[in-house]
């Protein structure tokens, strides 16, 4: 995995495709929550797509960067699973606050 991470960081269309498909992932992400929530309209689905998709970013390029620094994999794990619960509480408490004012 560390080595398909790192050939990723430093292959220019590799981490192209990678951001293609995270786009990508992200629209289905806010079709989904248009048709199964009620988010309301288009742009406010994509709003919530793009935190939802960013948090997710922003922990694995954490992780990875850990793993890639030599890290040992059970306290990354560990730390992982504490980082995201936490991340996400808080982005679940900022959506619920959103939508609580309408």
Known sequence: ???????????????HALGHWLARGEDALAAALLETTPVGDELSARLIA???TATQRCLATHITQLLLDGRPLE???????T???RAFRRLGAGLDAQFARG
């Open 1 to 15: 995995m560390l080595g398909l991470a790192r050939m990723i960081r430093t292959t220019p269309g590799l981490a």
């Open 50 to 52: 793009a935190q939802i």
């Open 75 to 81: 306290r990354t794990h560990r730390d992982a699973r």
């Open 83 to 85: 980082a995201a619960e």
